[in-house]
């Protein structure tokens, strides 16, 4: 029998954690798993993959609502519903479904926005409602107040779930749940959060992923300013493909991603083009509503990209790409500072006299130089282009 954690916000990384916890109980022919569920809500493509799971397990899954104080609101409130068994431990709540905490757009409860957005949400509501139903009359639990906790957002305590037929037993602790199910002599494992999990907590969270793109784009932009340096065309890469595989899993809005790209590309241009700030100032623009419009709001701590972090990157965009580039641009526009094509224009001393040809002194150096007017000993002279080991001067004047 295993006992698995679920705690915070249903992301990714804990509706992976939790699946596969699933499978090994189904590979190992446990008896139960027992889910320990403390969350506030989660991500609604998180949440129903995971119900997928538990719907899909030949290993009885059983929901537990604990310790006391803790809760089973929005997502969780669904995955309560899916389980094959549904308990809370006394001091704990259940519900808060309304679909504007899983994933339904941004505001779409004020009464301001258009129809079209009303409309919207309503599909969004009744596709909630419905999915919750048909998890209630699968498992036989109360499906009238399941569809008010989806349209009116009410809670319900333990002892009033239970009451209404929410849920199936009331208990403390696990053994007590154990106890009520007739497995009190059942062996516990309690799985803990590994490796996996807690990379790709740190990976799907939407301000790391963000910051990878980011770091990502100006490495490889990096790069190709400086092809051969290799560590940051490589750096570039496994950034951008996390960011990616991230935002896969993330309720990423892709117009969003666009905004950011083209933002970095006219910044880019302007380092190029003489456009007078223009394209640098819209492009800055566009980057920024890029990360404000990235993720679709889901109202949930933790899944979404603080203001104080988009308004420091921005800044920090701006920088690198108006200044680190445009010095770029510049060294790229100066003179060559060596090979021979260095001497073109030096300053250069006669060390004999001569007709033609003769011996002058470049950059410390000894060279046969040739001249179309007699030159004397110590005349300053200027190199004016090179014909194999031969360099053509004139005098300076």
């Known amino acids: 029998m295993l006992v698995v954690p679920l705690e915070g916000a249903i992301g990714p990384a804990s509706a992976d954690f939790v699946s596969r916890a699933i499978k090994r109980a189904a590979k190992e022919k446990a008896e139960l798993v027992i889910v320990r569920m403390d969350t506030p809500g989660g991500l609604d493509t998180s949440m129903r993959e995971l119900i997928k799971d538990i719907l899909a397990s030949p290993v009885p899954v059983a929901s537990f609502v604990a310790p006391s104080g803790a809760r089973a609101a929005s997502a969780g409130t669904f995955i309560l519903y899916a389980s094959h068994v549904a308990a809370m431990a006394p001091g704990t709540n259940v519900g808060a479904a309304s679909p504007v905490s899983i994933g339904a757009p941004a505001g779409a409860k004020d009464d301001k926005k258009d129809k079209s957005e009303d409309t919207m949400m309503r599909k969004v509501t009744n596709d909630a409602v419905a999915y919750i139903r048909g998890l209630a009359e699968l498992r036989k639990r109360n499906a009238d107040w399941a569809e008010r906790a989806v349209r009116e957002g009410v809670s319900l305590s333990a002892q009033q779930a239970l009451k209404l037929k929410v849920i199936d037993h009331l208990a403390a602790d696990v053994p007590e749940l154990l106890k009520k199910l007739g497995k009190e002599n059942a062996q516990v494992v309690y799985v803990e959060v590994d490796w996996r999990t807690k990379l790709l907590g740190v990976i799907t969270n939407p301000s790391i ?148 040809e003769g011996w002058a002194r470049v950059q410390g150096e000894t060279w046969r130089v040739r001249a179309k007017s007699p030159v004397r000993r110590g005349e300053r002279l200027k190199v004016r282009s090179i014909e194999g080991l031969v360099l053509n001067v004139e005098a300076d004047r």
């Open 209 to 356: 992923a963000y910051i990878l793109i980011l770091v990502g784009i100006y490495a490889l932009i990096f790069e190709f300013m400086n092809p051969g340096l290799v560590l940051p065309g490589v750096v570039g890469a496994i950034c951008v493909l996390l960011a990616l595989y991230a935002f896969h899993l993330l309720p990423v809005n892709y117009a969003g991603l666009a905004l950011i790209l083209v933002g970095i590309g006219f910044m880019v241009a302007e380092a190029f083009l003489p456009a007078f700030g223009s394209l640098g100032v819209g492009g800055l623009i566009a980057f920024i509503i890029g990360s404000v419009i990235l993720l679709d709001d889901t109202n949930l701590p933790g899944f979404e990209i603080p203001y104080a972090l988009i308004a420091g990157v921005s800044a920090a965009s701006a920088a690198f790409l108006f200044f680190v580039i445009g010095m770029a641009v510049r060294n790229r526009r100066r003179p060559v500072v060596s090979g021979r094509e260095y001497l073109i224009g030096a300053a250069a001393e006669a060390l004999e006299d001569f007709d033609a």
